[in-house]
């Protein structure tokens, strides 16, 4: 069956003139599903007193991935960073990432680096202006975008839909919000939706500690669409509270590992500050003019 994926979410969309590589940040281009059973009261680390608990039916495949594809409604501020490797194309970078919602107000600014070279980029966001930096070409690109809610909520049924010619369609989320390559792990709705599609394949573990952080650890095996592309089997590590994917790993046939996100700092609900990244663009970068603006709306 052909499938055909679509990504509603907005500022993900935007061709901005090189400097977020889509094909690195959307590598694996996945699934959802709705659960209807009665939440569950999870357990919270005693050290995050502040951070709203959000229950959580661990008896509920449909309710863990809409947790993990919904992951920005469970969590306002979020600092951490990780490790992405690949050993199909020889990546290895890290991502540090900051984001803060408060008062209805979001900033964020995440930066990627490639652990074999000085090159890398920043992407960033505050008082209504999104700025990429590209460090390897020393461009950077400015321009103004409204971001005014975190977007809507996906239930599982509304992500899957099936046509008349046998073809797939995967809707993700529609958001506003675009961290790049830190959604990876912020907002793996890629993972929630492909990795998770078929509810036969994989099974939910049971919870562990990682981070100081109790996570929910769901093991599963690849259809065969996926298998040439993404290996055999897999295992995640969601964050129980906010669907906030730590680790998450995917094997061989031989059990060897091909992908791995492994973060190795993580805060949620601690108070900081996130840097405006348009006042950190180095004086001897060149202004690069957004190829699309318009396209949505009013950010223009």
């Keep these: 069956m052909k499938k055909v994926f679509v990504g509603i979410a907005m500022a993900g969309s935007i061709a901005i003139t090189g400097i977020i590589a889509a094909s690195v940040w959307q590598e694996e281009k996945l699934s959802i599903s709705k659960g209807e059973d009665t939440p569950v009261l999870e357990n919270i680390q005693a050290s995050n007193l502040q951070e709203k ?10 309710d863990v991935q809409e947790r993990l594809l919904n992951s920005y409604h469970f969590f306002d501020k979020a600092k951490g960073s990780f490790v992405y490797t690949s050993t199909n194309n020889g990546m290895s970078v890290q991502v540090d990432y900051k984001l803060k919602w408060t008062d209805k107000k979001i900033q964020y600014n995440a930066k990627i680096s ?13 008082e209504g202006e999104f700025t990429t930096i590209d460090h390897g070409t020393k461009v950077f690109e400015k321009f103004k975008w409204d971001i005014t809610d975190k977007g809507e909520f996906k239930r599982i049924e509304d992500v899957y839909v099936k046509h008349s010619d046998g073809t797939m369609e995967y809707v993700y989320p529609n958001t506003s919000l675009n961290l790049g390559m830190a959604e990876k792990s912020l907002h793996a709705k890629e993972i929630a939706v492909g990795f998770l ?13 990682l981070l100081g952080r109790e996570v929910v650890v769901i093991e599963g095996a690849f259809d065969e669409y996926y298998q040439d592309k993404l290996g055999s089997t897999y295992t995640l590590w969601m964050d129980q509270n906010t669907g906030i994917l730590l680790k998450y790993e995917t094997y061989g046939e031989k059990g060897q590992v091909i992908t791995s996100l492994k973060t190795t700092e993580f805060k949620v609900s601690e108070d900081f500050e996130v840097e405006n990244l348009a006042k950190k663009i180095p004086a001897n970068y060149k202004k690069m003019e957004p190829v699309q603006q318009n396209n949505y709306g009013n950010n223009s």
Aim: glycine share 8%; no cysteine; net charge negative.
């Design 53 to 62: 608990v959000n229950p959580l039916n661990l008896e509920s495949k449909q």
């Design 114 to 126: 490639d652990k074999a070279s000085d090159a890398g980029h920043e992407i960033g966001y505050s």
């Design 197 to 209: 599609e078929n509810q036969d394949l994989w099974k939910i573990s049971g919870t562990e500690l």
